[in-house]
């Protein structure tokens, strides 16, 4: 008898397991699917120039500026073509989600929501793993780097030059064989953006807004000067290593376009969803194609690629033609880009949890939202938690290899 009835149970569990991991999220549009378990929604805030600002931020990092140079050295001129056929890759996608965004109800989840309803509970849920793996280590690394440029900024002054240990910001302090690597400063500014976003959505669009039109202003700016520099010869062979090198970068870059999902998971806090969310994907993504093209054609123009640099390829080709001046502007901006990049993926890491808690599949506590900063404050800290620890402990430079899965499997 016992063991029939351990039998049975144990169907039943597995059979009630299959049920939940197979069903799949039905379309709700009212507005019921927009409270928390507190009673208290996000604010509808962010208007279409938000919308694409964010799309920009998260997309233009300090990426502009080392692997438009790094992968050139492979595809020479050509990488300007790489470029664009990882723009129009991204295009197809994003008109998918601009698709998406405006059939679905306007609420947190992006590509987690659009897996949940179009498949099921499980595929979305592992969505949602692949997903954090991705966000979680890319901000780990994020950081980090933002803490070598912030100091690299500062030791412009001679107070702080050659006076910064390697702990507080220029890689860490390496123990167990590489293993752990300590860094005070990244988890500093993870703390200090998590505080931002915490405030509320005004404070945090406000902060993307200011830095991201500096670091375009800057971008503009760098690309206006150099193509003054451009010696057009040096785009002659425009392919030299064929045409598989130029695909092979465009593989290499396509993750540079990405930042449109956090559009996406904006849905809830936009103040027109329905019209703003498939603008703001494709103008953001539009604009990113342009200025990545753009700074192609100059650095490939200023210094044949076989010239150039692996660690600051735009600023090394400036310093090679005598404005250094622009080198310290590009650090400047690295700043802004890196800035950006690490808020909108802490906003977007709270808003998938906050998605998934009040779907149940995680603690309720990350369903919740602040009653007046309107804010999922829970979700918010635990992943600048995670990421701090990341970032102040662990080498992510071999974990940031694997960052492209999380993307790739979602797209």
């Not at 438009?68 to 020479?76: E, I, L, P, S, Y």
């Not at 950081?143 to 900024?153: D, G, H, N, P, Q």
């Not at 506590?365 to 007046?372: W, Y």
């Given at each position: 008898m016992g063991g029939n009835f351990d039998s049975s149970s144990?169907?039943?569990?597995?059979?009630?397991?299959?049920?939940?991991?197979?069903?799949?999220?039905p379309i709700i549009t009212s507005d019921t699917a927009i409270r928390t378990v507190s009673g208290n929604g996000l604010v509808r805030r962010l208007g279409l120039f938000d919308l694409i600002l964010l799309g920009v931020g998260a997309s233009i990092g300090a990426g502009i500026f080392v692997v438009?140079?790094?992968?050139?050295?492979?595809?020479?001129p050509g990488v300007t073509i790489s470029f664009i056929l990882a723009g129009a890759s991204c295009i197809l996608n994003a008109l998918c989600y601009a698709e998406l965004a405006s059939r679905f109800p306007a609420v947190v989840g992006g590509a987690y929501l659009y897996t949940y309803t179009a498949f099921n509970e499980l595929t979305a849920f592992l969505v949602f793993g692949q997903l954090m793996l991705d966000y979680h280590i890319g901000a780990a690394s994020i950081?980090?780097?933002?803490?070598?440029?912030?100091?690299?900024?500062l030791e412009l002054f001679?107070?702080?030059?050659?006076?910064?240990?390697?702990w507080i910001g220029h890689g860490g302090e390496e123990f167990l064989a590489g293993?752990?690597?300590?860094?005070?400063?990244?988890?500093?500014?993870?703390?200090?953006l998590t505080v931002i976003l915490c405030r509320g959505i005004g404070e945090s669009s406000a902060l993307n807004s200011f830095m991201t039109a500096t670091k375009i202003i800057i971008v503009l700016f760098v690309v206006t000067v150099g193509s003054f520099k451009i010696d057009v010869s040096n785009w002659s062979p425009f392919a030299p290593n064929g045409f598989k090198a130029i695909l092979t970068g465009a593989t290499?870059?396509?993750?540079?376009?990405?930042?449109?999902?956090?559009?996406?998971?904006?849905?809830?806090?936009?103040?027109?969803?329905?019209?703003?969310?498939?603008?703001g994907i494709l103008g953001s993504l539009l604009i990113c194609v342009g200025l990545y093209i753009a700074v192609c054609l100059v650095i490939t123009g200023m210094v044949p690629y076989k010239f150039l640099g692996e660690d600051a390829p735009l600023a090394e080709a400036f310093t090679s033609r005598g404005l250094k001046y622009v080198s310290i502007l590009i650090s400047i901006g690295a700043v802004a880009g890196l800035t950006t990049t690490l808020l909108v993926g802490l906003y977007v890491q709270s808003r998938l949890y906050l998605g998934l808690g009040r779907d149940g599949l995680l603690p309720s506590?990350?369903?919740?939202?602040?009653?007046?900063r309107h804010t999922p404050v829970h979700s918010q800290v635990w992943v600048g938690i995670i990421a701090s620890i990341l970032a102040g402990l662990f080498n992510v430079h071999v974990l940031s290899h694997i960052l492209s899965v999380g993307s790739l499997v979602c797209f």
């Open positions: 144990s169907s039943s569990c597995i059979a009630n397991f299959w049920s939940s991991a197979l069903r799949s999220k438009t140079g790094t992968v050139a050295r492979d595809a020479g950081a980090r780097s933002l803490a070598s440029y912030v100091v690299t900024v001679p107070f702080f030059k050659e006076n910064t240990p390697n293993a752990l690597s300590i860094n005070i400063l990244a988890p500093i500014l993870l703390l200090l290499v870059v396509f993750f540079a376009y990405v930042g449109f999902d956090a559009v996406a998971n904006s849905a809830e806090e936009s103040r027109k969803p329905q019209r703003d969310l498939p603008i506590m990350f369903a919740k939202v602040h009653p007046t």
